[in-house]
T-cell receptor
Framework: NAGVTQTPKFQVLKTGQSMTLQCAQD?????MSWYRQDPGMGLRLIHY???????DQGEVPNGYNVSRSTTEDFPLRLLSAAPSQTSVYFC???????????????????FGAGSRLTVL | EDQVTQSPEALRLQEGESSSLNCSYT??????LFWYRQDPGKGPEFLFT???AGEEKEKERLKATLTKKESFLHITAPKPEDSATYLC???????????FGKGTRLSVIA
C-alpha cells in the first residue's frame, strides 16, 4: 500500500499565484486533514474532512480552500499565495482505533511525507 | 479549548543516558493521547495511543505513561537512532480533531 501520497514535494511560488497541493490515500480512510508545520509553532490544522462531500475548518483556514469529492482525494488550494504561507504542509488520514472491541472514536493519523512550499 | 504543552523543547543525551519527555494537556473528555515520532524531512509516524490514566505502552526503548494531566515518554538507554522530534497530541470528546504540542527535539550523541 502507498499510504498517503502528497504532491509536489517542493514548490516555489510568487506572491499572488495560486496552486493546489494534492493528497491521495489508498486505505479507505474516512477522515482526512491538512496541517501546516512552522518552526516553533508545531502542527496546526488547516482543514479537515470526515467523509466525501463534508469539509470543515481547522485552526488556520484563511487563504486555503478544500473539497472532498471522493474518499481517496483531498486537495488543498491556495487561492492567492502570500509569503506567510511559506511552510511545510502535511496531509493525514485516519481510521478509528478500536479498543477491546469497542470503538474509542480516537483517530490514529497516517501522515504523508510533506510538501515544502516557498512563497516569494 | 484543548491544549498540549511539551517539555523540554530540546533534549541532548549521551548514548545510554535514560530520560523522560513530558506532555501536559487539558482536554474536555479525553478520547485518546497520541505520541508520534518525526524524523527530519519526513511526516510524523505513530508510536502509541493511551486512553485512560494509569495506562502504559512500550515499544523497544520507549515507554509511554498517562495520568489525568500529563503523559511521559520514557527513553531507556537511548541510541543515536532514537534522535528525532517527538510529538504529543490529544483528541477530546465530540470527535474533535487532534491538537498537537510543539514537540521535543531529542538528540542522542554516541
Amino acid at each position: 500500500n502507498a499510504g498517503v501520497t502528497q504532491t509536489p514535494k517542493f514548490q516555489v511560488l510568487k506572491t499572488g499565484q495560486s496552486m493546489t497541493l494534492q493528497c491521495a490515500q489508498d486505505m479507505n480512510h474516512e477522515y482526512m486533514s491538512w496541517y501546516r508545520q512552522d518552526p516553533g509553532m508545531g502542527l496546526r490544522l488547516i482543514h479537515y474532512s470526515v467523509g466525501a462531500g463534508i469539509t470543515d475548518q481547522g485552526e488556520v483556514p484563511n487563504g486555503y480552500n478544500v473539497s472532498r469529492s471522493t474518499t481517496e482525494d483531498f486537495p488543498l488550494r491556495l487561492l492567492s499565495a502570500a509569503p506567510s504561507q511559506t511552510s511545510v504542509y502535511f496531509c493525514a488520514s485516519s481510521y478509528r482505533l478500536t479498543r477491546a472491541g469497542i470503538s474509542s472514536g480516537a483517530n490514529v493519523l497516517t501522515f504523508g511525507a510533506g510538501s515544502r512550499l516557498t512563497v516569494l | 479549548e484543548d491544549q498540549v504543552t511539551q517539555s523540554p523543547e530540546a533534549l541532548r543525551l549521551q548514548e545510554g543516558e535514560s530520560s523522560s519527555l513530558n506532555c501536559s494537556y487539558t482536554v474536555s473528555g479525553l478520547r485518546g493521547l497520541f505520541w508520534y515520532r518525526q524524523d527530519p524531512g519526513k511526516g510524523p509516524e505513530f508510536l502509541f495511543t493511551l486512553y485512560s490514566a494509569g495506562e502504559e505502552k512500550e515499544k523497544e526503548r520507549l515507554k509511554a505513561t498517562l495520568t489525568k494531566k500529563e503523559s511521559f515518554l520514557h527513553i531507556t538507554a537511548p541510541k543515536p537512532e532514537d534522535s528525532a522530534t517527538y510529538l504529543c497530541a490529544v483528541q477530546g470528546s465530540g470527535n474533535t480533531p487532534l491538537v498537537f504540542g510543539k514537540g521535543t527535539r531529542l538528540s542522542v550523541i554516541a
